[in-house]
């Protein structure tokens, strides 16, 4: 099979059903090869059941995954062993240290001494090279959370799924989560991220999925993604003893240390408009910004209570 | 080695190496404990002749009911306690996620069930044969029987973890099938000397079998023929097996 010129993964009308509740409603999508695609959505929004789903630790109601065109299922040796997975929760076997783990979790996949070097190129770039011997239980959260990322990709997976590696990690191993993360697919590993730190996504991810109550509620680039909101921000300090007109009023966001934030629907009220009123209202503008929304505006416009997609 | 050969031995091997690192807690102790057993019940019913078994005297008839035991203990031991820690540490996801299938999982467990049976059986002869003569009648049955019997309670051993979701749901299989059943399997004494219902009782008992098979190998003579006791254990053994492995195969408790 000419893997060449598949997707990295294939998720087609995936269902999951835990009795009456239903946690994935059809969901269907495709990650192409080369991709940092970001996975997001509120709690509950069933991220981690897909997830969960494509690495084989859940079985789908109904629908298919494959990674690499190989089907998790019928074929899930070739898919897993196309696949790395950091798991949400910070799981460990006490038994063993570092090394030992990691050439445990290689000889799983297929992998011998072959991909010894490798590991020590891992534990030298994620900061573990003095862990190296140290019991797994003996580990802070954050080095624990180091050899998660290291055992996900022991075997060179192709596609690396990363289900919030940052929660609860500190700034030092984010940049260093990242920049490992950057050069891998540089060489081509197609990368999916689900956090919830969505300044991470919007930085590192190329197309964006939004999953809310089981659903996709939006598939873009990211700059498409922010591209498709009617809204831009305007901020403006105002001068002493000046007040906003009633009619801006509703538009206001947030208003913190004199600063109000405005949020402006683009057709309907131009900057220009907003100039006047204050003109008229005879309040002076001491600063004024404006700010293009981010994704967690998206992420907050789609996933609202009764938001279309 | 093919990918799935060695994920199949880096199971093997992780699973050994598992309960090697605790080595006095999986091999030591229950070894003492058995020869405690031995020490105590060998003076208490020292001069004690066994039915049935002329020219054996209790000491020789004890060690190998009491290395059965153990064997039986250990090998349920080792697969329930590792998938329930592995069930409880949320550490079993590593197993789950790799390219590793129900066959190789089933044997790399009962693999490394039959290295720790081996090492604690090995421990006891060696010690007990310190002071114990025992002859060694039938080894061909001798092992067949251990190695079907450890294996039996290893996949035993595999469905008890696996259906369990607490430790107190482990402690409660041993505490009322495994100990009971291995207690009343005929270790300290031969069934022979029981009365009709229990007698009868003690012919249901897979245990019984296993530990009635193995002082055959030694002593060339026990309650039932050989071949009734292979029947029993091999049936067991398949029955179990087959269980265990469905199982693994539809990720029983494991894959929601």
Not at chain 2, 24 to 47: D, E, M, N, R, W
Request: glycine share 8%; hydrophobic share 50%; charged share 15%.
């Amino acid at each position: 099979m000419n893997t060449q010129t598949l997707d990295a993964l294939k998720i087609d009308a995936v269902r999951k059903s835990y009795g009456s509740l239903q946690a994935l409603k059809g969901v269907s999508f495709n990650i192409n090869r080369g991709e940092f695609f970001g996975l997001l959505g509120p709690n509950g929004a069933g991220k981690s059941t897909l997830i969960s789903i494509i690495a084989g630790l859940s079985r789908a109601t109904a629908g298919h995954v494959s990674v690499l065109g190989h089907d998790t299922v019928s074929d899930f040796r070739a898919a897993r062993r196309l696949l790395g997975v950091v798991p949400q929760e910070l799981v460990f076997d006490p038994f063993f240290n570092v090394v030992d783990m990691l050439r445990i979790q290689a000889g799983y996949y297929g992998c011998g001494e072959e991909v010894w070097p490798w590991i020590d190129e891992m534990l030298e770039r994620l900061d573990l090279k003095d862990k190296r011997h140290s019991m797994l239980r003996a580990l802070s959260g954050g080095m624990k959370r180091r050899v998660l990322i290291a055992q996900a990709l022991v075997h060179k997976p192709p596609v690396v799924i990363l289900d919030e590696p940052t929660a609860g990690v500190d700034v030092e191993l984010r940049r260093t989560l990242w920049a490992f993360m950057r050069d891998l697919h540089a060489k081509g590993t197609t990368v999916v991220l689900t956090t919830h730190y969505l300044e991470e996504a919007q930085e590192m991810c190329s197309r964006i999925a939004i999953l809310d109550k089981g659903e996709v509620k939006a598939l873009e680039t990211t700059s498409a993604l922010l591209g498709r909101s009617p809204f831009r921000f305007l901020r403006l300090k105002l001068g002493e003893g000046a007040a906003l007109p009633d009619g801006l009023r509703t538009l206001v966001t947030s208003e913190k240390d004199g600063v109000i934030e405005l949020k402006l629907e683009t057709a309907k009220h131009p900057i220009n408009g907003v100039f006047t009123a204050l003109r008229n209202a005879g309040a002076v503008i001491e600063d004024v910004h404006t700010r293009e929304p981010d994704l967690e505006d998206i992420f907050i416009e789609l996933t609202r209570e009764g938001a279309v997609a | 080695m093919n990918p799935n050969q060695r994920g199949f031995y880096t199971l093997l091997k992780k699973e050994v190496m598992r309960f090697w690192a605790v080595l006095g807690q999986t091999v030591s102790a229950p070894v003492i404990t058995a020869l405690l057993y031995l020490l105590v019940f060998a003076q208490a019913l020292k001069g004690r002749v066994v039915a049935g078994y002329d020219g054996i005297d209790y000491t020789q008839f004890l060690v190998p009911g009491l290395v059965m035991m153990t064997v039986i203990q250990n090998a349920f031991a080792n697969t329930s306690s590792s998938l329930i820690q592995s069930k409880v540490m949320g550490n079993i996801v590593f197993t789950l996620m790799a390219p590793i299938g129900p066959l190789e999982w089933f044997g790399a467990y009962i693999l490394a069930a039959l290295v720790r049976a081996a090492l604690v059986a090995v421990a006891m002869l060696a010690v007990t044969m310190l002071f114990v003569h025992l002859p060694l009648h039938a080894p061909l049955a001798l092992l067949v029987v251990f190695l079907l019997s450890a294996a039996t309670l290893a996949a035993l051993g595999i469905i008890a973890g696996l259906w369990a979701q607490k430790f107190d749901q482990i402690a409660a299989f041993t505490n009322f099938l495994i100990t009971p059943a291995s207690f009343l399997s005929g270790v300290f004494y031969s069934v022979h000397s029981l009365s009709g219902f229990w007698f009868h009782l003690s012919h249901l008992n897979p245990f019984f079998y296993m530990v009635d098979g193995f002082r055959y190998g030694f002593f060339g003579h026990a309650d039932v023929p050989i071949a009734q006791s292979l029947l029993w254990i091999t049936g067991f053994f398949l029955l179990v097996s087959g269980i265990a492995y469905w199982m693994l195969h539809t990720g029983y408790r494991m894959r929601k």
